[in-house]
């Protein structure tokens, strides 16, 4: 697929959605990554089903959603040593989780790659837990390094720890992840704007796509029109994706690496669904913050194949 995106002056226009076995890279080897990949992202699924079935709280939907941009992240794109878990982040790159709610595939990514131990997934939103609802440093979790859940303020964060990273002459990058609904926010606009005007390049922000919140859809809502063209008004360069599919999102993000120290910070609007992968949830906004239950958690999983093992 090839997308155009014309702002002022100079236009600009990036060819993505190719299919990684047609680039540059081993076929076999390609494509043995991005199956390893999805394979990881259906047992990430099977742990939100059984992870909110079971403590009968949190936010299902958007944690399917994002499913194969958290994957990606972890177990592809980013540099980090997860046995050494540094809050500073010196010398790797960082990520920041703005839309908070979704701790199942967060926390399930995390575990997952090695930052602590899957079994702890049992404790999710139990009494005592380290696995809280948002995330939180106060328990000091391996992987978080700051609290999220209000919304709108993730992106502020990780301007600053770019801008760090440029003082300390480290030269790799700051990821940030958030929803749509969350760009209804002001603080993340004044963020974008900021971000542009002091070429924070060394930042890649990513959105959730999937054109839903928890009262309806976007555009019911508060319509966020043409996101392409805003952030493009605000300095930014943009990239957009199939956000559900594995190939697409691994292909878009190391596009959006190679975009970087140019002047402009970068934005991967993810096409995504709400609730993808288990059909009686895709697509409905019902899902957002609501658990299955049993019956329902049983049914879902059946649609997902186990493949590293439930904890």
């Given at each position: 697929m090839l997308r155009f995106y014309f702002g002022r002056g100079?236009?600009?226009?990036?060819?993505?959605l190719?299919?990684?076995?047609?680039?540059?890279?081993?076929?076999?080897?390609?494509?043995a990554t991005i199956t390893q990949l999805e394979s990881i992202a259906s047992q990430v699924r099977r742990d939100i089903i059984r992870m909110t079935s079971e403590a009968q709280s949190g936010h299902p939907g958007g944690s399917l959603s994002s499913t194969e941009i958290l994957t990606a992240l972890y177990f592809e794109i980013?540099?980090?040593?997860?046995h050494n878990f540094s809050p500073q982040g010196r010398d790797e790159d960082m990520f920041f989780l703005s839309i908070g709610h979704i701790t199942p595939v967060y926390y399930?990514?995390?575990?997952?790659?090695?930052?602590?131990?899957?079994?702890?997934?049992?404790?999710?939103?139990?009494?005592?837990?380290r696995l809280q609802g948002h995330p939180s440093v106060h328990q000091q979790l391996p992987g978080i390094r700051v609290a999220s859940g209000s919304l709108g303020q993730g992106l502020s964060v990780a301007i600053g720890a770019a801008l760090t990273k440029k003082l300390d002459g480290c030269n790799r990058f700051v990821y940030t992840l958030h929803g749509d609904g969350e760009l209804q926010e002001g603080q993340l606009w004044e963020a974008i704007m900021f971000a542009g005007a002091k070429k924070v390049d060394n930042l890649i922000a990513i959105v959730d796509y999937n054109k839903v919140q928890i009262d309806g859809s976007n555009d019911e809502v508060c319509s966020l029109g043409n996101l392409a063209q805003k952030f493009l008004a605000f300095g930014w360069q943009v990239l957009e994706c199939a956000g559900n599919d594995m190939a697409s999102v691994v292909q878009c993000l190391n596009e959006a690496k190679s975009l970087t120290n140019q002047g402009k910070p970068v934005v991967v609007l993810a096409n995504t669904q709400m609730g993808y992968g288990v059909d009686f949830m895709c697509g409905k906004n019902a899902w957002h913050g609501t658990p299955p239950s049993p019956q329902q958690a049983a049914d879902a999983l059946s649609q997902l194949t186990e493949t590293l093992g439930d904890y």
């Open positions: 100079k236009p600009s226009f990036r060819i993505f190719l299919p990684l076995h047609l680039q540059k890279r081993s076929k076999t080897n390609t494509m980013l540099k980090q040593d997860s399930s990514v995390l575990a997952r790659s090695g930052y602590f131990s899957v079994a702890e997934l049992a404790t999710f939103r139990k009494l005592n837990t």
